[in-house]
């Protein structure tokens, strides 16, 4: 599960089970409460990827509610097989970046 921010400039960060041939992803998050899906496009490259320490990046731009739970997956644009899939919790506090060292 990732946490975000109810609005502002925020982003998440997910390892893929496999990399699109065209650098296209589809990014399909749901809103648990309302049922609204929304597609987000998020294009990168291999090295991109790589260089994230192989993860995609992808910037969440809509504005979300307190409490909000939020489940999403990834395609490849045009494809059907899911690459990733998780949830997202939407909180007002600032949430805590922890690393592991």
Known sequence: MRIITTSGSRSINVILRDLAASNDYDVIIT????KASTTLNVTSTESA???NMRQL???ITDTYSE???LSFYIIETGATEI???NKIFVTD???QDYSYE
Not at 31 to 34: A, G, I, V
């Open 57 to 59: 990046n992808i910037p």
């Open 83 to 85: 690459l990733h899939r």
């Open 31 to 34: 809103n648990e409460s309302t």
């Open 93 to 95: 506090q600032v949430p």
């Open 49 to 51: 990827i790589d260089a």
């Open 67 to 69: 409490g909000d739970e």
